[in-house]
């Protein structure tokens, strides 16, 4: 790599770059993680008490979240329910990426792409309020069900997963929609025209053919959606319920109502490594590979 | 297995747009039918309309006597072979052919039986475990000959399928795609731009030209009796005479070419002339011969511009000395053998030509047209005409 900055950009640019990379990955990334690992070691102390006897190496910090049930259930039911949506993500996703890339005409796309991405020049914090105010018990969805006629009486969406759900779907459907959409998009027609011309119908079609070509633009999707879903705060802090609470509000609880960073830094690090574990393990069964995501 | 092409009546119209204007024709079972025109002369839409891709805008599709309107793609006893193939880059050769076999639900022993039998079939045994992407070019247009065969349809829809191949390859396949035609006995349906492959595989052809079909005739007719004079000029190459009729007697016609002076020819097929009337005197410039300039019979002076040789032949580029437009000359073997060298740019040759070989036809002012559907003489293409 140093090579080709070097015939682009001439020798000391090329060093200029990588320098401010390296700086920027190693004091921006690596050192603030590297930290993060070294705190999770060791026990929460007073300050009198740091570097004393009792400031040792210590695993303490990972073993309170097996000895916990709580917040054991807590951090597996969060990848659980990441797992549901990105599925979800992905099933509301790939009709509209289909759509996008194979049926509407170039300005149906523009405008549908146009009206994906206008609600995201708003933050993220904003958005989820207006699922808030939209989902209330007195909300207008209430309102509407109630003067269709399909409700007797209004729906608390928000007391159990249904409003974390629905907040993390729209918040994350932007990640899934353009990878998969990138990857229908460069299917030749004609594959789908063959595939209905030898007698396929519109499901096998798209088990055959779209998807397995799609599989790569699925697999980012995904893995963004999890990742984004499991390390979520806003969306479960502000439309979960005290049964929805979601691993990342109690790593919050640890680090600034219960004052214990070591053991906040030590929940955050396993929450980050069994995220990848588990993104490695979707990687393998479906035989995606990190450089098929990059595409 | 009725494999008859029936089409009644059938018209395209994409928005303002006619791309198919009304068309009847009967293709009989087992034919091998090309349509041929110049690229945008609505043939592709044709087969699109046969194979259910397109719904006409009004008549329709019959095949072996059932009426298509209404059964999808899916579920047409047609199958396609596409202009870039559009095999399954994720599948393997087997796959590939066995896929509209899984569809259908056959098991899987009987599926790679049929798959062996069409692999033997388009000469590529043993290449099935092979992924698609790791054959040559001409392995790809063999496995999705069989993939369309796999399905055991009673017509074959082939749209330019040799087109991506080099010269060599396409003229071999051309050969084995008469050959697996033969055996099979499916109905094929050509679609191309290449008058040698119409020409050389063929029972029929339609030569096709905006929207509409100019002529259906086995190729040796549509190569001596043009039945209009976009046919005469696209089909094979052909030399343009403006002229008047003088007079008819039984096919032969004699002609005033004016500047060119008294010349004749035959009228094509069933062709009718009147006398006085504008006609088109087509020689073909493998029926020119260099005369002596005494010699009786009609005979053009044209002076040489360019001389081209090409092996077998020799292409004349000439202009005519009393009209200023150019004709073109080929010269077999044996003439050129005899002269060769001697034809020069500058020179001055006269040649003849038996009338018995030039069609006459009435002028329609067809403009004529190259293979890739550009105006290349004549008057420019009206409104809704050679190009989409």
């Known amino acids: ?295 | 297995m009725d494999g008859s092409v029936r089409l009644d009546e059938v018209v395209m119209r994409f928005g303002d747009f006619t791309a198919i204007e009304k068309t009847s024709l009967a293709i009989g079972s087992g034919e091998f039918f090309s349509f041929l025109g110049p690229s945008g002369c609505g043939k592709t839409t044709l087969l699109n309309i046969v194979s259910g891709f397109l719904v006409p805008s009004e008549g329709q599709v019959y095949i072996g006597d059932e009426p298509m309107a209404g059964v999808p793609v899916n579920r047409r006893p047609t199958a396609m072979i596409f202009q870039n193939l559009a095999l399954f880059p994720l599948m393997t050769v087997f796959e590939n052919i066995e896929f509209g076999l899984e569809v259908r639900g056959v098991d899987k022993r009987k599926r790679r039986e049929v798959s062996e039998r069409l692999l033997a079939l388009v000469a590529l045994e043993g290449s099935g475990p092979k992924m698609v992407t790791e054959l040559s070019g001409g392995q790809k247009q063999r496995v999705a000959i069989a993939r369309a065969l796999a399905v055991e349809p009673r017509v074959l829809l082939l749209d330019e399928p040799l087109s991506a191949l080099d010269l060599k390859l396409r003229q071999h396949m051309r050969t084995e795609l008469k050959a697996i035609q033969r055996k099979t006995g499916i109905t094929f349906i050509y679609i191309t731009h290449d008058q040698g492959e119409a020409l050389n595989m063929s029972d029929r052809v339609a030569v096709m030209s905006a929207g509409r079909i100019q002529q259906v005739a086995d190729p040796m007719t549509l190569y001596r009796q043009p039945a209009t004079g976009f046919v005469a000029a696209f089909v094979g190459e052909n030399n343009r005479l403006q002229a008047r009729v003088i007079d008819c007697e039984g096919e032969r016609v004699r002609l005033d070419g004016g500047a060119l002076g008294e010349l004749a020819g035959r009228v094509s097929g069933t062709a009718r002339l009147s006398n006085g009337e504008a006609a088109v005197l087509f020689v073909r410039p493998e029926h020119l011969r260099p005369v002596e300039p005494q010699a009786s019979g009609p005979k053009l002076e044209a002076e040489i511009e360019a001389v081209h040789f090409e092996g077998a032949w020799v292409m004349l580029e000439t202009r005519l000395i009393a009209s200023g437009e150019k004709l073109r000359v080929q010269l077999g073997h044996e003439l050129s053998r005899s002269q060769a060298g001697a034809f020069s740019v500058g020179q001055r040759l006269a040649f003849g030509f038996d009338p018995a070989d030039a069609v006459v036809l009435p002028d329609d002012g067809s403009p004529v047209v190259d293979e890739t559907g550009e105006v290349v003489e004549g008057r420019p293409a009206s409104a809704g005409g050679t190009h989409v």
């Not at chain 1, 682009?8 to 050192?31: E, H, S």
């Not at chain 1, 020049?121 to 207006?130: A, D, G, K, V």
């Not at chain 1, 990687?283 to 995606?288: A, E, G, N, R």
Request: one cysteine or more; hydrophobic letters at 55%; charged letters at 10%.
């Open chain 1, 1 to 295: 790599m140093f090579r080709q900055l070097r015939a682009r950009f001439g020798g000391p640019l090329a060093m200029a770059i990588v320098t401010l990379l390296g700086i920027w990955l190693i004091v921006m990334v690596t050192l603030p993680q590297l930290q993060m690992i070294e705190y999770s070691l060791r026990p929460n102390l007073l300050p009198a008490q740091i570097g004393g006897p009792d400031d040792r190496l210590t695993l303490a910090n990972y073993a309170t979240l097996f000895n916990n049930d709580i917040h054991r259930t807590i951090f597996f039911k969060t990848i659980w329910s990441s797992v549901l949506v990105t599925l979800l993500t992905l099933a509301v996703s790939y009709p509209l990426a289909w759509y996008l890339a194979k049926v509407a005409t170039p300005r149906q796309a523009a405008l549908c792409i146009l009206l994906l991405i206008i609600p995201f020049w708003i933050n993220e914090i904003l958005r989820t309020y207006s699922w808030f105010i939209i989902l209330a018990f007195r909300g207008p969805l209430n309102e509407v069900l109630m003067m269709l006629g399909l409700i007797d009486r209004p729906i608390r969406f928000l007391s159990g997963n249904g409003g974390v759900m629905v907040g993390m779907v729209y918040a994350y459907i932007l990640f899934m929609v353009f990878p998969v959409y990138n990857a229908i998009e460069s299917l030749d027609d004609n594959q789908v025209r063959a595939a209905r011309d030898l007698g396929a119908g519109t499901v096998r079609t798209h088990r055959r053919i779209v998807i397995p070509h799609a599989k790569p633009g699925i697999a980012t999707g995904c893995i963004m959606t999890f990742m984004l879903a499991a390390g979520s705060y806003a969306v479960p802090a502000l439309l979960g319920s005290p049964g929805s609470r979601w691993f990342t509000q109690i790593i919050y609880n640890w680090f600034f109502e219960g004052g214990n960073w070591n053991q906040g830094a030590a929940y955050a690090f396993l929450l980050l490594v069994l995220c990848i574990g588990f993104m490695s393990l979707i990687m393998k069964i479906f035989k995606v590979g990190l450089g098929d995501i990059g595409k």
